[in-house]
DNA sequence: GCCGTTTTCGGCCCGACTGTTTTCAGTCG
């Protein structure tokens, strides 16, 4: 798909028009269609002109110009700017603190053009005596450089979650706050994160704003206000804190919680409306009469939409789907009735049987699959037919003294880089589940990937692909999937497709699931555990569930122990009846 | 540059904080 390269040079062209200091409605133009063709599911290069002008924040000049790079690979209007423009001096605007009007002043008064260079004329004092700069800005643009320079790249919601969680615990212990909550992406269960929105109320503002720039965990104080202030951790990360009215909380979770391009689409429909949305509440306009704000449904309400949960405001279809009445009704972490991907001591897990079992049950869960490696991953231990055997033997034993509960007999199989599988089919056979997964060979082309994951779906006993994609967050990038095709033929066999909930993987992620919804792909939700603390992993696994549009009725282990055997059993069935019909 | 059941022209989401200013521009989210 050519849209993200396209969305990635109107974006450019944006910056390089607001580093010329052009008409920043043309600007925003820019970037709006960037954003939106960067969300896009459908594939540019197949559209029409008119299907190109039919996309929100697109019309005949930005439809010219997608055309324009479709066949020549390049837009002229982008080319011209970047010779005006040195590309150093668009690396300048990725400084915290320093922007636009700035960066073109710094470049055209003292030629500057890239961040190292800044530091050099900094250094030399060449900054001095330029309009609207002293000493405060100097020391800001170069405390930015520093900000930068340890990195700003996003970061692990699974790491970042709980910094936020415990910062909120110390300003209920420390300050004098009423309702407060984490807000932001991290509230939309995003992936990863890049700050911390923190959103509370409060009879004494000033007082907890003292408390909040110094935590102990804070390393610099970039904003206090009375009533919005940001640190930076000590591990980089950047916190917001705002404090507004109890009647405005609604208003201004809804607000913080974004996303931009969300909040943005709720208020163009408010303006047409006759009403203003801002993060104090809903009013009137004009007259600026209250309309509500204390409760986030206000702002839905007013709106008349339903409640739309955080994890779909991403502007792709959610407000239109409000508006028709048909947003999906989300899967609940209560919902989850097992975990179908857990690893004991037998492979690489932690524990033994009855320490897991224990662990689940105190979940709350009706079932787990118990589903090991395979001799493959002998880093793993990974069990070979006889061991796999043993291990059932226990899980048997197990089961008889339990009640309420069961343990389904499983693997997790090695789909070897020949796309074999890792044991016989008569090793497998008379498993309750079998998990398939990829764990070598992550450089091979796209066919071959593509050809193993097949392989794997076709066989008569894989009911479950694991981690589909094998990707490790901002560690390892996924391999080469034909994610299209595999989809197809996981619909067509009714093999399910595994949403991993380790923060770390989180594949399927939410485009993929979409996509598998489309085609009618079963789902699982599941945890890999390796260690019983794992098992709370799940609540990740379930957001980015939502934040594909996944039902209750969509995941396999939402459903009760003998359901989801006679699904599983039905699979089985189905492709033993495709395999007669082929042969 | 986009867009329209007020408009094909004239709007375009909205507010807080900082620093350099004597009333506001720049930046950010």
């Given at each position: 798909m050519k849209n993200q390269q396209i969305a990635k040079i109107f974006s450019e062209i944006a910056e390089l028009l607001e580093?010329?200091?052009?008409?920043?409605?043309?600007?925003?133009?820019?970037?709006?269609?960037?954003?939106?063709?960067?969300?896009?599911?459908?594939?540019?290069?197949?559209?029409?002109?008119?299907?190109?002008?039919?996309?929100?924040?697109?019309?005949?000049?930005?439809?010219?110009?997608?055309?324009?790079?479709?066949?020549?690979?390049?837009?002229?209007?982008?080319?011209?700017?970047?010779?005006?423009i040195p590309e150093g001096v668009l690396e300048l605007l990725s400084i915290p603190g320093l922007g636009p009007k700035k960066a073109k002043m710094l470049h055209e008064k003292i030629k500057v053009k890239s961040i190292v260079e800044l530091e050099t004329a900094i250094r030399q004092g060449k900054l001095s005596g330029l309009p609207g700069i002293q000493k405060k800005t100097v020391d800001n643009i170069l405390q930015g450089i520093e900000l930068l320079k340890r990195g700003t790249e996003r970061r692990l919601?699974?790491?970042?979650?709980?910094?936020?969680?415990?910062?909120?615990?110390?300003?209920?212990?420390?300050?004098?706050?009423?309702?407060?909550?984490?807000?932001?992406?991290?509230?939309?269960?995003?992936?990863?994160?890049?700050d911390i929105d923190i959103l509370t109320t409060s009879k004494k503002p000033e007082k907890v704003m003292d408390v909040f720039v110094k935590l102990p965990n804070v390393s610099r104080v970039l904003a206090h206000g009375e009533t919005k202030s940001s640190v930076v951790t000590e591990d980089g990360i950047q916190v917001d804190l705002r404090v507004v009215e109890e009647e405005s909380f609604g208003a201004a979770l809804q607000y913080f919680t974004g996303s931009k391009q969300h909040n943005i689409k709720l208020r163009e429909m408010a303006v047409r409306a006759g009403l203003k949305i801002n993060e104090?509440?809903?009013?009137?306009?004009?007259?600026?009469?209250?309309?509500?704000?204390?409760?986030?449904?206000?702002?839905?309400?007013?709106l008349k939409l339903p409640y739309i949960p955080p994890e779909l405001r991403e502007d792709t279809g959610e407000i239109e789907a409000a508006l028709e009445g048909k947003l999906p009704d989300l899967v609940t972490p209560d919902e989850i009735k097992g975990d179908l991907?857990?690893?004991?001591?037998?492979?690489?897990?932690?524990?033994?049987?009855?320490?897991?079992?224990?662990?689940?049950?105190n979940k709350g869960y009706q079932y787990?699959?118990?589903?090991?490696?395979?001799?493959?991953?002998?880093?793993?231990?990974?069990?070979?037919?006889?061991?796999?055997?043993?291990?059932?033997?226990v899980i048997d034993d197990a089961n008889a003294k339990l009640t309420g509960f069961r343990i389904l007999?499983?693997?997790?199989?090695?789909?070897?880089?020949?796309?074999?599988?890792?044991?016989?089919?008569?090793?497998?056979?008379?498993?309750?589940?079998?998990?398939?997964?990829?764990?070598?060979?992550?450089?091979?082309?796209?066919?071959?990937?593509?050809?193993?994951?097949?392989s794997a779906i076709r066989n008569p006993f894989v009911s479950v692909i694991a981690h589909p994609t094998g990707r490790l967050i901002g560690e390892r990038e996924a391999y080469a999937i034909d994610m299209d095709t595999v989809l197809k033929e996981a619909a067509k066999y009714g093999v399910a497709m595994e949403i991993n909930?380790?923060?770390?993987?989180?594949?399927?992620?939410?485009?993929?699931?979409?996509?598998?919804?489309?085609?009618?792909?079963?789902?699982?939700?599941?945890?890999?555990?390796?260690?019983?603390?794992?098992?709370?992993?799940?609540?990740?696994?379930?957001?980015?569930?939502?934040?594909?549009?996944?039902?209750?009725?969509?995941?396999?282990?939402?459903?009760?122990?003998?359901?989801?055997?006679?699904?599983?059993?039905?699979?089985?069935?189905?492709?033993?009846k495709r395999v007669k019909a082929a042969s």
């Open positions: 580093l010329k200091g052009e008409n920043m409605f043309r600007i925003r133009a820019y970037q709006r269609a960037a954003q939106n063709l960067d969300g896009l599911s459908k594939d540019v290069s197949g559209l029409s002109r008119e299907e190109l002008e039919s996309i929100p924040g697109i019309g005949k000049d930005l439809a010219a110009k997608i055309r324009e790079y479709l066949e020549t690979g390049a837009i002229a209007k982008h080319e011209e700017l970047k010779k005006e919601l699974g790491r970042v979650l709980p910094l936020a969680e415990d910062m909120v615990r110390r300003m209920k212990d420390g300050a004098p706050v009423g309702r407060i909550e984490v807000a932001g992406s991290i509230r939309r269960w995003k992936e990863t994160v890049k104090y509440g809903v009013f009137t306009e004009p007259g600026g009469k209250r309309k509500g704000g204390r409760e986030e449904e206000d702002v839905y309400k007013a991907h857990v690893h004991t001591r037998w492979s690489d897990g932690s524990h033994d049987l009855g320490t897991i079992v224990e662990a689940a049950r787990i699959a118990i589903t090991d490696h395979t001799k493959g991953l002998g880093v793993a231990h990974g069990l070979d037919e006889k061991r796999l055997a043993e291990e059932m033997r007999k499983g693997t997790e199989i090695d789909i070897r880089s020949d796309g074999r599988l890792d044991l016989p089919d008569s090793a497998i056979a008379a498993l309750d589940i079998v998990v398939a997964s990829i764990h070598s060979g992550f450089k091979q082309t796209q066919e071959q990937i593509t050809k193993r994951i097949l909930a380790n923060p770390l993987r989180l594949d399927l992620n939410d485009y993929h699931i979409k996509m598998a919804l489309g085609y009618g792909v079963p789902l699982v939700i599941s945890t890999d555990t390796h260690v019983t603390t794992q098992f709370d992993f799940m609540a990740y696994g379930v957001s980015v569930a939502r934040r594909g549009w996944v039902e209750k009725k969509d995941v396999l282990n939402a459903l009760p122990v003998e359901l989801l055997m006679k699904r599983l059993n039905a699979c089985r069935a189905n492709k033993a």
